[in-house]
DNA sequence: CGCCGCGTTGACTTCACTCAAGGCGCGTGG
DNA sequence: CCACGCGCCTTGAGTGAAGTCAACGCGGCG
């Protein structure tokens, strides 16, 4: 299977072979890291971490311990932002299942998209994605119930993870605890299990485990209030390439 | 007094003479706008609103007519991504008070960056912030309770206004209702006003109308449990300059 | 075998929401 | 000039969604 970095960017315009070649040539050196391992911290200034495979989120913790998860990255994902050198970071990334890490030098990745306009379109809109779904947290965080915040969480999982052809079927992994979907949706263990569990009764979903089957995301989006453009991934099936690409229009 | 936007960016670099007019420069045509006024939609396609005077905010509607906020824009800030254009937008941006506002050909502010490469360095530190910003009310929706989160919002607003020049002593404007706030900080106007006044008579804000006070900014961070290197304004007294540079470092 | 992480359940508490009403300031129009 | 309406702030009472605390089952692993 191709590069899921490649895969993700081709959501966004047609990349030619001497495009995909560069940009597996940033992925160069990646390296396998155990579950719950800290990535991109340290060391590795300058550098952009690109997850490849596996997952990952991040996070940030109040005083007394609270912890509030910010991020979630599926393959494909870069888990810094492109300029985020540019001022200290104020937040931990870390792995939630084994995972292969690129550590993308943020020179090179310029240089790439300086060569590459295509790709530079692509990463842009990409960035500009992930600023989307991040304000769609806000949204759920403050307006949408226990329900429909979990609802949209798996909505959205599982239509990113669609999107990199991680989807079999109407199934894919999801490595997250209750614990982790409470720190991601800021609700209680006790509480997400019960909400999971009236999601299961309800058949919008099924979790055992680390794997999330979603029998028909329509429903299951129409129940969590999502917009319909939300990600530009709703109608379209299962990979990109005969979808439209959402991009270009002002 | 010179431009907010060029007050802004000076936060994160020194800039010339040169810099500063080619900042202006961008600002030529900016149009004011009353209260209340939708800013940025329909014709403008290719620009990015730069709100110069007054404040404004963005928004999403639930199917059901909740109201969410997530962005509160301040003099001198950009109230579209820099490449937003590669996207369609899946929000508003509304003034909340009367605005000054230009409309920034997204291919001038490219050129401006590419011209002038400090330009350009403060305008990615800048986004890198407005990020950040974004994933603390995402913590702050998350994990803190209404009175700490009211708490962080008072005084992340005070800080980004101190920031460019529109504190006055310990006062500034803030141009919200209640109701505004409730929207912001997802809760209800009802319980707005209680924490509100449970702050007031804490002594740690003032608030009359559209008018904020607040006495000690680093006793309302504590009480908002918020992050010192929060903004990297924290320490700094009232305008840049003097501060260190909070840019560059890995 | 026994610990430990994770899911599950029940009982109770509490933070925040809803509903409802009243007050105040201001602009508009009679 | 005053009456009225309206937006906004305020207050009280009751409700409800989600949190806390505590216990137990289950399965994996050392």
Not at 85 to 98: A, C, G, Y
Not at 133 to 146: H, I, P, T
Not at 162 to 167: C, D, E, K, Q, S
Request: with cysteine; glycine share 8%.
């Amino acid at each position: 299977m191709t590069n899921a970095f490649v895969r993700k960017l081709e959501r966004f315009g047609p990349l030619d072979r001497d495009e995909r070649d560069a940009l597996d040539a940033l992925c160069a050196g990646a390296v396998h890291h155990r579950a719950d391992d800290e990535i991109g911290q340290g060391g590795q200034a300058g550098t952009v971490p690109l997850l490849l495979a596996g997952f990952a989120y991040r996070f940030k913790l109040l005083s007394d311990g609270r912890r509030q998860i910010h991020g979630l990255f599926v393959p494909g994902d870069l888990c810094r932002h492109l300029y985020g050198h540019l001022s200290p970071s104020d937040h931990v990334v870390r792995t939630l299942s084994p995972a292969v890490v690129a550590a993308v030098p943020a020179a090179a990745l310029h240089g790439a998209m300086e060569r590459h306009p295509r790709i530079a379109r692509a990463l842009w809109a990409s960035t500009v994605t992930d600023d989307a779904v991040l304000r769609e947290w806000v949204v759920s965080l403050g307006r949408r119930s226990a329900y429909e915040r979990m609802a949209h969480l798996f909505c959205e999982v599982f239509l990113r993870l669609r999107a990199v052809g991680l989807v079999d079927g109407q199934s894919c992994d999801l490595p997250l605890t209750q614990m982790d979907l409470g720190d991601l949706m800021g609700l209680s263990t006790v509480h997400v299990n019960r909400v999971v569990q009236q999601l299961r009764r309800d058949e919008l979903i099924a979790l055992k485990g680390p794997h999330l089957t979603v029998p028909d995301v329509a429903v299951l989006g129409r129940a969590a209030d999502l917009d319909p453009a939300y990600l530009g991934l709703e109608v379209g099936p299962a990979h990109p390439r005969n979808a439209p690409a959402r991009v270009g229009a002002a």
